[in-house]
């Protein structure tokens, strides 16, 4: 079996060998030749599977991308042509949510303003957004949530409409896919007209696509003044981003949200799996296989240790800051892709063990952080 996977995506030889030769490829130059006699593709959310890249697929039995968007992938085509097809829904839910948190405490500490007592609002309530506000749970806010969809299908009772929950939230976070066409389109979901009736001081993060924002729209709104505090870490048309726009950003990255190493691990776990499933294996490799272990692993809070200082313990394990810097730092030498494609290594909150008093001990962990028992 041949086996084309990105070359951005870990761990792939230890889960596929097994199956076959693995050879990897650029995600923006993959060519229709590359995939003659191609059995398996393994894709992140660059590479564009479509008819034309398609053309030469002449084995072609499984795709698979391992993120959790697929707006990149013609999913009627694959079904179309009988090619199995797999996503890895989930895969960096908590890398997301986590990045949400850390800019969350480095915005309210810069700007001096306690984060207790604002109103979170998350749109889009799918894999990430409601692992975020069960993680808001540990924070003393209240959370407002936007889900047309999961509400017409009555998973969402507390569902609000988009305007009014702009209207409500100090913090706006978006966690919708990219749909292009139909009632639920989130192309623009953050047009011109909703950017210019955002109120002061809103804080307003974007980390799922940035074609949900009109970001012309943005840059305008933001050159005639507008007080928005922005973090984000998408963008219109990447790699070719609007650079003007990062002069009027707090915190920017390289659609690094996700990027924790479990996070981007998971995805290839999750394909792994879905072969298996497909070519009736049994999956016996698991993550905690290959994952090495983090650099901290363990914290002892004193007694003294208040509810502020649990910023100190979250930038401790992923300050966006850091992302940040990175971004300003070497965007114009490097460009885009290479930053991403040299992403330095990021663990999630729960490799770190916490000890702590009991009181404290049941809002880390329901913030991701491993509880000593
Ligand atoms: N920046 C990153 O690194 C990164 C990482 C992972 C995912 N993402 C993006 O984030 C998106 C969300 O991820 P997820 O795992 O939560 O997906 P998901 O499919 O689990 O959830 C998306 C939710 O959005 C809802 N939704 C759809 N249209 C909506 C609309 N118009 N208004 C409000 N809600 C709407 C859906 O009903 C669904 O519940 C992905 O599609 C991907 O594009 C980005
Ligand atoms: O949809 C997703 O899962 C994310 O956007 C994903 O993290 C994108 O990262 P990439 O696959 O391009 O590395």
Redo the contacts with the bound molecule.
């Keep these: 079996m041949k086996i084309l996977a990105d070359q951005n995506m870990p761990l792939v030889e230890q889960y596929f060998a097994d199956f076959g030769e693995v050879e990897r490829f650029d995600g923006r130059k993959l060519t229709p030749e590359q995939l003659i006699d191609v059995d398996v593709l393994l894709t992140r959310s660059v590479t564009k599977v479509d008819t034309a890249l398609l053309a030469c697929a002449n084995k072609l039995s499984f795709v698979g991308t391992a993120?959790?968007?697929v707006?990149h992938i013609d999913t009627h085509l694959l079904s179309d042509k009988n090619i199995a097809f797999s996503s890895a829904?989930?895969c960096?839910?908590i890398?997301?949510a986590e990045y949400v948190i850390s800019s969350l405490y480095a915005l309210t500490q810069e700007n001096a303003q306690p984060l207790s007592g604002k109103t979170i609002g998350i749109?889009?309530?799918?894999?990430?957004?409601s692992c975020l506000a069960d993680k808001l749970k540990a924070l003393n806010v209240n959370v407002l949530l936007?889900?047309?969809?999961?509400h017409e299908q009555g998973l969402l009772k507390e569902h609000i409409e988009?305007d009014e929950l702009l209207a409500k939230s100090d913090v706006v976070t978006l966690?919708?896919?990219?749909?292009k066409t139909g009632k639920?389109?989130?192309l623009h979901?953050i047009d011109q007209t909703r950017l210019k009736a955002l109120k002061p001081g809103l804080i307003l993060i974007n980390?799922?696509?940035g074609e949900v924002i009109d970001n012309r729209a943005l840059l305008k709104v933001m050159e005639q003044g507008a007080d928005l505090d922005l973090v984000l870490?998408?963008w219109e048309n990447e790699p070719d981003i609007l650079t003007p726009l990062l002069d009027h950003v707090r915190y920017a990255s390289v659609?690094?949200?996700?990027?924790t190493l479990e996070g981007k691990a998971r995805g290839t776990q999750m394909l792994y799996q879905a072969l298996c499933e497909l070519k009736n294996v049994k999956g016996v490799k698991s993550l905690n296989d290959f994952l090495p272990e983090p650099v901290i692993t363990q914290a002892t809070l004193q007694p003294s240790f208040e509810d502020e200082d649990i910023a100190r313990l979250v930038h401790l394990i992923y300050d966006v800051r850091r992302d940040d810097g990175i971004l300003l730092r070497h965007l114009a030498k490097d460009g885009f892709d290479s930053l991403r494609k040299n992403y330095p290594v990021r663990r999630e909150f729960s490799t770190l063990e916490v000890q702590a008093a009991p009181d404290l001990m049941a809002k880390l962990n329901q913030l991701g952080f491993t509880t000593a028992n």
């Design positions: 993120t959790i968007g707006d829904p989930g960096n839910a890398a997301v749109v889009g309530v799918g894999n990430i957004g936007c889900d047309p969809i999961k988009l966690h919708v896919p990219l749909i639920h389109k989130t979901l980390a799922c696509r870490d998408v659609h690094i949200a996700g990027h």
